[in-house]
């Protein structure tokens, strides 16, 4: 009964996730609210809150999703053949690529109010993962290997808003990532 009920609330919940990622990915994410969930979706708005306290923590949920599958994205990216760099240039373009993909879901992971928060000790492990997918490519040689992480990624998520906000040329894409990887890691 306790496993039935706990299957239940799960698949309640991946339904209100599916739901929002829908709705946000066709209408943007000021139409994700929760009247407009529970209406998709067919349960009463008490229902929601039993599962989510809020818009945010729905947001939050979908981030964690979106962590994961970016961290499995950049996980295969790095292993590219190649030089040294290769694996680097790989996992900054599958990066830029899935920030252009999936723009909704890259809001929801980075720009939109949720309680998640990086490097302390209730990190959630997809994003964990996620952040291990970029230390991973990092040259071992590198002098403080997470903040050169850091770095790369805080780059990286700057191109990815400049570009998708059209305030850089689009005809550069390939020739910022090779510049980025080259005089980042340019003694690696």
Do not use: C
């Not at 407009?36 to 964690?64: G, M, T």
């Amino acid at each position: 009964m306790t496993e039935r009920k706990g299957r239940e609330r799960a698949e309640r919940e991946r339904r209100i996730i599916a739901a929002a990622r829908a709705i946000a990915a066709s209408e943007g994410w000021p139409a994700v609210t929760i009247r407009r969930l529970a209406d998709e979706i067919e349960y009463s708005q008490p229902v929601l809150y039993a599962h989510f306290a809020n818009r945010d923590a729905i947001v939050a949920a979908i981030a964690v999703e979106g962590f994961a599958e970016l961290a499995g994205l950049l996980e295969t990216a790095a292993h590219s053949p190649g030089d040294h760099r290769t694996p680097l240039r790989s996992v900054a373009f599958a990066y830029l690529g899935f920030a252009e993909a999936h723009s909704t879901l890259y809001d929801a992971m980075f720009t939109l109010p949720t309680s998640l928060r990086f490097a302390g000790a209730d990190t959630k492990p997809e994003m964990r993962k996620a952040f291990a997918a970029l230390v991973a490519v990092v040259p071992s040689s590198a002098q403080g290997r997470e903040v050169a992480a850091e770095t790369f990624w805080a780059a990286l998520h700057g191109l990815a808003l400049l570009e998708r906000s059209g305030r850089i040329r689009p005809s550069a894409h390939d020739e910022r990532v090779v510049l980025l990887v080259d005089r980042l890691f340019r003694d690696e």
